[in-house]
C-alpha cells in the first residue's frame, strides 16, 4: 500500500474488512509466540552461563567440574541436606537473574516476567533436572541425589527466581 492509498483510505472512514482484522491479530499473535521463545532461550543461555559460574564456588548434585573447595557446601551441610540444597539452587538462579537483569533489552525482561511463575517454574526444573543428570553422571557420591536435596535445591531456585521479578521492577525504574 503506497502512501497515497493509506492517505485515501484514511480519508474515507471506512472500516478494514473483518477477514484483515482476524489475520492481523492472528499474525501479530504468531510474533508474539516467537518473541517469547526467543526470550525464554536467551535466559536459558544466560542461566546455563551463570550457572556454570556458580559450579566454581558450590558444587551442585556431586558435580565439581572446577575442581571448588568444597569449604562452602560444608558450612551449609552442618545444617542439613535441605540448607545445602537451598542455598544451591538460589544461588544458582541468583546469578542468573542478575545477569538477565543487565544483559537483556527492558522489552525481552519485561515479556519473560509477564508468563513470571510458568517461566520461573520451567526454568527451575529445567535446571534441576540437567544438573541432576550431569551430577548422576559425574559422581560416585549419590547423597547430593537424594529427595530432599534436590526438592529443596528446586525451592531455592523457584524462590530466588520468582523474588528477581521484583528486583527487575525496581532495577528498570531506577534506570
Same mark, same amino acid.
Given at each position: ?46 542461566? #546455563? ?49 542478575? *545477569?538477565? *537483569? ?33 551430577? #548422576? ?20 531456585? *523457584? ?17
Amino acid at each position: 500500500m503506497s502512501e497515497k492509498e493509506f492517505i485515501k483510505f484514511m480519508k474515507a472512514n471506512q472500516s478494514p474488512s473483518q477477514n484483515l482484522d482476524e489475520l492481523v491479530i492472528a499474525h501479530q499473535g504468531n510474533l508474539f509466540a516467537q518473541d517469547r521463545i526467543i526470550v525464554f532461550s536467551k535466559v536459558v543461555a544466560i542461566h #546455563a552461563l551463570a550457572g556454570t559460574a556458580t559450579l566454581a564456588v558450590c558444587p551442585q548434585f556431586g558435580w565439581n567440574p572446577f575442581g571448588a573447595n568444597p569449604q562452602t557446601m560444608h558450612i551449609f551441610m552442618g545444617y542439613g541436606m535441605w540448607a545445602c540444597g537451598l542455598f544451591c539452587g538460589s544461588l544458582f538462579m541468583v546469578l542468573g537473574a542478575f *545477569l538477565k *537483569l543487565v544483559l537483556l533489552q527492558k522489552s525481552s525482561v519485561s515479556l519473560y516476567y509477564r508468563n513470571g511463575i510458568k517461566n520461573s517454574f520451567m526454568l527451575s526444573s529445567l535446571f534441576l533436572f540437567m544438573m541432576m543428570t550431569a551430577g #548422576a553422571m559425574t559422581s560416585s557420591d549419590n547423597i547430593f541425589l537424594g529427595f530432599v536435596f534436590a526438592l529443596f535445591w528446586w525451592l531455592g531456585a *523457584l524462590i530466588a527466581e520468582t523474588l528477581s521479578f521484583g528486583a527487575q521492577k525496581l532495577f528498570h525504574q531506577i534506570q
